[in-house]
């Protein structure tokens, strides 16, 4: 058998930065990752983090992101779903964790930089854009550093080491069982162990538990199977009632098409899913507006998979000049450049590839194009889909939507003339979020209240940091993960000394 002062399962944001933190203070670390490298977690592939009052942004003339001004931001967007106590806590320790990633080898931009702006006011003194810390290493190249710089520390890594569960004794953690991909079985003996596995993004049953009746496809890491909350629960830990998503903000999606969407560019495979996102009309399946289609363009990932939680998969609605419009010079310049943030920044600005990619919707049962409504509405079965045009294009007409007040910008008649374009979207996400109950410092709590000696959680699986509806400052679920990192490791060092 193995022995470990701790272990970490799961070897990305949250584990690394924890096993890291350990390491440095000569502690014998085991890191347990799933994966055969650290390609594999949902870290590898982020954009960003968010950060407060990190040496970064004190570079960049950064203020606005204090920890106070994300404390009260992010504590009353979820309300009482989280322990405010926790979050308090990850933000003071949230410079730490940049300052880590920093000294691993990850070098930043600001969201300002990225976009090749310097207005000031848009993208650095903006509670959204201000906090966000782009890491500049990507995909292999990221993961390479990480390995790098834990192996630099003495973290003993164990790729391809599936964790299974906790050995316990009088309630305290004496150890952890795992497994290799050979299924060969790897057991360690130690006091105190980091859970860190992503959420269960790649769980079925879970989401479908957590989501029912949704039609929600995985962006993420497949490795993320909800085993962390598993394990959790199985030693008597508590999870949250409310568990929400990161929503993709690229495009849409269709289950009709595949889950992992992403071409070898990381751009969507198909351009068609794109529409998603435009805030032009959408329907439910009886061929009825729903919401205000604007939060699909200005707040993708808080809440684009929202619609499918509520009325199952969306059908967005377009005539034959938006959707050229679209294709040749990008939804932008179509709505002459409004004061649209996102809009002016987008992931895929022209939609240059999907004309030719059309074909392969419409074969797949996602996309469809006719001379008239009325095929439209027949083809999808979306009953009241003509009398909503009309309705909407008098909205459009007068400049105001009467009915969810969505903003003028996105107000485009459907008009006669051009044909007609309809595409059938569910939900998608990067990843899950919530799961295990925890303390301020991330000890594991049972039904009682109380802590599992030996037992602490973070990153993703966070039920104390999350609730149901993502927040909708960029890089939150990142910054959060990282800092539990520092928060865990000390924790384990204060129980163990
Ligand atoms: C494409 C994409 C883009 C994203 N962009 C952003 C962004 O820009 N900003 C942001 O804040 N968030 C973003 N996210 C979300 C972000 O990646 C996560 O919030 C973050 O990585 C969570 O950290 P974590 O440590 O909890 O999980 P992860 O980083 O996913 O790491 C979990 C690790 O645990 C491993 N694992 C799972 N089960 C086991 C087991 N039983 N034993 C051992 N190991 C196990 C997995 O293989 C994985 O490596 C994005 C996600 C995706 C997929």
Redesign the pocket.
């Known amino acids: 058998m193995l022995e470990a002062y701790a272990v970490v399962?799961?070897?990305?944001?949250?584990?690394?930065?924890a096993a890291y933190k350990l390491a440095k203070q000569g502690k014998h670390v085991i890191l347990?990752?799933?994966?055969l490298s650290?390609r594999?977690?949902?870290?590898?592939?982020?954009?960003?983090?968010?950060g407060c009052e990190t040496k970064f942004q004190r570079e960049k003339g950064i203020t606005i992101a204090s920890k106070l001004n994300l404390y009260n931001y992010l504590t009353s967007w979820a309300k009482d779903q989280i322990n405010p106590k926790l979050i308090r806590n990850l933000l003071e320790h949230n410079s730490e964790a940049a300052d880590t990633l920093a000294e691993m080898g990850f070098t930043f931009s600001a969201y300002a930089d990225w976009v090749g702006s310097d207005n000031r006011e848009k993208y650095l003194d903006n509670m959204m854009w201000s906090p966000?810390h782009?890491i500049n290493e990507y995909g292999s190249d990221r993961a390479d550093i990480l390995e790098d710089a834990l192996k630099k520390v003495g973290v003993e890594l164990l790729f391809g080491?599936?964790?299974?569960e906790l050995m316990m004794e009088n309630g305290c953690v004496t150890g952890v069982k795992?497994i290799t991909k050979k299924g060969e079985p790897v057991n360690v003996k130690t006091s105190a162990v980091f859970i860190?596995?992503?959420?269960f993004?790649n769980n079925k049953k879970m989401i479908q538990e957590q989501f029912p009746g949704a039609p929600l496809g995985n962006?993420?890491?497949k490795?993320?199977?909800?085993?962390?909350v598993k394990?959790a629960v199985d030693i008597g830990g508590i999870l949250s009632p409310r568990m929400g998503m990161?929503c993709?903000?690229v495009c849409g999606a269709s289950l009709k098409h595949r889950e992992y969407l992403?071409d070898a560019e990381?751009r969507m495979d198909n351009d068609n899913l794109g529409f998603a996102v435009y805030g032009g009309m959408a329907v439910d399946s009886n061929g009825e507006r729903f919401f205000n289609e604007e939060l699909m363009a200005t707040a993708p990932?808080a809440t684009g998979s929202y619609p499918a939680l509520s009325v199952g998969n969306m059908y967005v609605i377009m005539d034959g000049d938006y959707y050229d419009g679209c294709c040749d010079g990008g939804i932008y310049k179509y709505l002459n450049e409004p004061d649209w943030d996102f809009g002016s920044h987008m992931f895929v600005p022209v939609l240059d590839r999907a004309k030719a990619q059309f074909g392969q919707a419409e074969k797949e049962g996602w996309g469809f194009k006719a001379d008239t409504l009325a095929e439209i509405a027949d083809h999808f079965g979306l009953t009241n889909l003509q009398a909503s045009v009309a309705r909407y294009n008098d909205i459009c007409k007068k400049g105001a939507d009467r009915d969810f007040g969505k903003s003028a910008m996105f107000l485009t008649e459907i008009r006669q003339g051009s044909g007609y374009y309809a595409f059938e979207y569910s939900g998608s996400y990067?990843?899950t979020?919530g799961g295990v109950k925890s303390d301020a410092d991330l000890h594991i709590l049972n039904r009682n209240n109380e802590i599992i000696p030996g037992a602490f959680v973070?990153?993703?699986?966070?039920g104390s940091a999350f609730g149901s509806t993502y927040y909708d400052i960029?890089?939150?679920?990142?910054?959060?993960?990282?800092s539990?990192?520092i928060i865990g490791a000390n924790a384990i060092v204060s129980y163990l000394g």
């Open positions: 399962i799961g070897g990305g944001a949250a584990g690394s930065v347990m990752e799933k994966g650290f594999s977690s949902n870290f590898s592939r982020l954009s960003g983090f968010m966000l782009l080491c599936e964790a299974k795992a860190a596995t992503g959420g993004g962006l993420g890491s490795n993320n199977t909800g085993d962390g394990i990161t993709n903000e992403f990381y990932i990067w990843c979020i973070g990153g993703n699986e966070m960029a890089g939150t679920c990142a910054g959060l993960s990282i539990s990192g």
